[in-house]
């Protein structure tokens, strides 16, 4: 499938002192419609003051074609390694094993956490359709309390580094539950209507059911994998043995990767399906099974393997940018000046809501974020875009499955090796992750239709499709920042 997009000659330029509008210098020339899409002519300047003048190229730009292709080729290279590495360890752990392990105490938790998790995840799935508002009030308040718990156990263990671990457990726990005090009011409303709304109108197949069900198999599969291979860690001895901290360094940047691969592809494929609805209130042709397949096999999963590694660390700068912000309350000029000034420009080049323009528009990922987010400052919702508490929910609904699934994982290590308490720590380590991991690539379902409702308004705001929520809220907000 050949890449489309905007093909632009120049560059976008800055508002002029006497407040008039940005302009785009050069010619630009409409993108070839999708399959299912009617043509569209934009005529409109897009513009992004927040970021001073961007070069907008064309989607065959610097992060297409190869640069996509090949981090597809290492993302499957790294899948081939994983699986040697797994056998390498199997044989290691069959022919040298410890005879200290007990796999009752340690492969059984982690095998019970990845079936844990698949719960967990489908849960928040159900009740976010069900009844958003208790959804992500209950989200907002189980996350700090399974956390807390779960920072209990690690500190029953009692050394250093564990105790070390729980205080930091607690720390985080109390942060989230002072946002949780703080996510309320007009930001809570918006958020449970955007959600309920987004998750109505986009009207997915029940077919869609059966793609968030293969991917869950996916992971299931591979999940297996993983907890075998860092069982086997635990179970091995001898020379070999002695690189463990590198096998474990290798196994968890290999779950991390895949696990947000996953998810990214359920995100891209729902992305697909939501927007023919959205934008044109019909059903996207061929369905899921064109949505899967073309999400698979055509050039935008080389974009979600790409994405996969920028976006979670962007979000770790400008997760960190914002607490620095909150602790000082706004006053240290290095924070307002650099950090916040850097996590914003790197925002408007990387972020999760480009990969609905890479499904639905075929663009390449960084070309796509930067578009994307060029749209929301031009409609001005990006302030509210980048505070809705939909990402929120879905980052604390998968904290609380993996805070639940090393709760229970940890005290099942205590309780069965109470003479090596102390190899209870890393299997409440694993276990959160494995728990966290797979309910974010479960939870995307509803976080990728909330996504495309934002992209679909930037793109139209007088969709008939949308309704006036966003526009409802953004007067609102206006109201309460001039009481």
Partial sequence: MARQGVVV?????????????????????????????????????????????IAVPDSRGCCSGFTSSATKVVFILHLVAFIALTIFLGIEASSRQNPTYRPFANFIPLASSVILSIIAGCFWVILAVINPMKAIKTSLWAAPVLSLACAVVILYIGNG?????????VVVAIAMALY?????????????????????????????????????LAAFGYMSFWTVAIS?????????????MAYVAALLVSMAWTMQVFRYFVYV???KLAHARFVYGVRMPGGTVEAFCGTLMGPSF?????????????????????????????????????????SDKLMGRVNRWGF???????????????????????????????????GSFCFLSAVTGGSLASLVAGSWALAMDKEHKE????????SFLISYYMCRMIIAWPQACVATYHVAYAENPQNPHLGTLIPDHLRELQALAAD
């Avoid at 086997?232 to 463990?244: L, P, R, V, W």
Wanted: negative net charge; aromatic residues 6%.
């Fill in 9 to 53: 000659v120049g560059e976008i330029t800055q508002v002029s002192a006497a407040g008039g509008g940005g302009s785009i210098a050069g010619s630009a020339t409409t993108p070839a419609a999708s399959p299912y899409q009617v043509v569209v002519e934009m005529d409109e300047q897009i513009y992004s003051p927040a970021f001073g003048n």
């Fill in 161 to 169: 580094a564990e105790l070390g671990i729980g205080v930091l457990i």
């Fill in 180 to 216: 949780s005090c703080w996510a309320t009011g007009p930001r809570l409303q918006h958020a449970t209507a955007v959600l309920a709304t987004s998750l109505s109108a986009a009207h997915l197949p029940p077919t869609a059911s059966c793609l968030v069900v293969f991917v869950i």
């Fill in 232 to 244: 086997c860690i635990a179970a091995s001895e001898g020379h070999f043995m002695n690189f463990k």
């Fill in 269 to 271: 494929a729902v992305a």
């Fill in 302 to 342: 080389g974009d979600i393997c790409m994405g996969s590694v920028a976006v979670p660390m962007i979000a770790a700068v400008r997760s960190f940018a914002r607490a620095i912000n909150a602790v000082t309350e706004g006053n240290d000029e290095f924070c307002q000046g650099c950090c916040l000034a850097v």
């Fill in 356 to 390: 609905v323009h890479v499904g639905v528009r075929g663009k390449a990922f960084c070309v796509a974020s930067r578009h994307v987010w060029s749209l929301f400052v031009l409609r001005g919702i990006s302030k509210l875009v980048d505070s809705d508490l939909t």
């Fill in 423 to 430: 190899l209870a720590l890393p299997v409440a380590i694993y």
